[in-house]
């Protein structure tokens, strides 16, 4: 929920900026910071949950490889954080192949029925009153990515059995789990699925209730089905049994996804792209994801004396907010499935291309109106985790159901939800994104990663819909221009701006607002509002972070973990 900050007393704010420059009475971080780094030799794992966690390191001590340990900690966050992921949802890595020594990344998304026509679309949204694609239902559901992502990436990195990695979650699922703190208080949104076809109450809140923090969750249902899929591999889940019973299920309560659409899925192994910010190679994958906005804002803000301007001063905050905005007009413009839309990557991610857009950034006055560029002259709520090995590979890997639950529908005797990203297409005929059957939407769901002089530096992620662009921006600048360690750059207070334009929205014309987390001084805030910034605050709005850094120096593998969720880093 958001509001509207209120202006302070000049003498409280004056205290509040003596006490913020008061000397730090820390060991080690600086007076924000939660934790230390996790440091270890051999391997690491960092996710959103400490169980996940834990799975994943033992992964890697039973001989697995990083992508093993990445998938059988993903299999554990799909039963005991289904708030925000599951194997009813997209998936998207990047992977270092210490063998291969390149980057290779995995676009692991569904496609829309190919049944559902956009006029047919279209009157389904008629009879409901609708000109947009609902979170909710039926209509938002595309084909499930997840499951053949991860035999994907098992096909080509992996070392253990695949029933040896689901095992730890069959296991938890049938003996149950303690749920978390900030995964209960999300849980509580599984009330919403009242009255949508399927079996989203009795699989999320058996006795008309969610799980509270502490309490021991089963889910018995979505062991089977993992069992399933461990036995009898990704075509149990293609081709077999399960997509069977969605099928029947789809047919009887007026949903459009059929066998046929699981039978033709695929993933798409893509090369990463990149920019390179202050000697660093940061990588993000190509649309039709979101991973580029990242790497214009960058672009953008290289430009910019950022250190000089000082950490989190109201100039450095300033600039970033908005190259976001800049950035986000491409992305509402440009960004859909390259198989149906011809997208101006290269001029999109040009150096001269950002030149001329960092034009448009005033220093004393917020942007109100900005429309999308021209790049074509220079052309020529979601989990993240990332795991590393003792061979040196790194996976960057993310995976969402869209909205916490995502659609709210289950079919019976599953115990997992369908994601709502068919919700991402626009119903305007010539847009890039416009919904087409057997097509991608835009996602918002990217992993990163960042290599310094041809060797892995850091494979990192944020959480969290339009916040993860903003997110990895902001923990780049922390890093790479204000020198915070791996653990701080997470901690540090960040923010995050919204009403911008979107995927299925006009220009934007009012300037959007800018929410701001605890923690930014007030003095800064007073001067932002001064130069036409609408400031606000959201709860839990400013995403979850996880990363590993590659320490040359001493060979060890640096980790954290978001402390704004249940989560941590675990190495061995």
Known sequence: ?????????????????????????????????????????????????????????????????????????NAALGLMEPVSCGIGGDLFAIVWSAKDQKLQGLNASGRSPLGLSFEQMTAELSRLGRTNIPSTGLLPISVPGCVDGWFELHRRFGRLPMAQLMAPAVRYAREGFPVTEVIAYYWESARRYAGLPGAALETWAPGGRAPRAGEVFRNPDLGRTYSLVAEKGRDAFYRGEIAGKIDAFMRVHGGWLRQVDFERHTSTWVEPVSVNYRGYD??????????????????????????????????????????????????????????????????????????????????????????????APHEGDTIYLTAADAEGNLVSLIQSNYRGFGSGIVVPGLGFGFQDRGEMFVMQPGHANVYAPGKRPFHTIIPAFVMKDGRPFLSFGVMGGAMQPQGHVQILVNLIDFGLGLQEAGDAARWQHEGSTDYNSPPMKTGGW????????????????????????????YGGYQAILWDPTNRVYRGASESRKDGCAMGY
């Not at 051999?42 to 001989?63: E, F, Y």
């Open 1 to 73: 929920m958001s509001t509207r900050l209120a202006p302070l007393p000049a003498a409280a704010i004056l205290l509040l900026a003596l006490a913020a420059s008061a000397q730090v009475d820390r060991v080690t971080g600086r007076p924000f910071a939660t934790r230390s780094e996790v440091v270890a030799q051999h391997g690491m794992v960092c996710t959103s949950h400490p169980l996940a966690t834990q799975i994943g390191v033992d992964i890697l001590k039973a001989g697995g490889s990083a992508v093993d340990a990445a998938i059988a900690a």
């Open 282 to 375: 940061v990588y993000e994958l190509p649309p039709n994801g979101q991973g580029i906005a990242a790497l214009q804002m960058l672009n953008l803000l290289e430009g910019f004396d950022l250190r000089a301007m000082g950490f989190q001063s109201a100039d450095a905050l300033h600039v970033m907010i908005e190259a976001k905005k800049l950035a986000f007009e491409d992305r509402a413009r440009f960004y859909a499935d390259p198989a149906f839309a011809k997208i101006p990557l290269r001029g999109l991610l040009s150096k001269a291309y950002a030149a001329e857009r960092r034009k448009l950034i005033r220093p004393g006055q917020a942007g109100r109106a900005y429309e999308p560029g021209n790049p």
């Open 514 to 541: 800018v929410n701001l987390e605890s923690g930014i001084p007030w003095a800064v805030a007073g001067e932002l509002k001064r130069r036409g910034h609408d400031l606000r605050t959201d709860l839990g709005g």
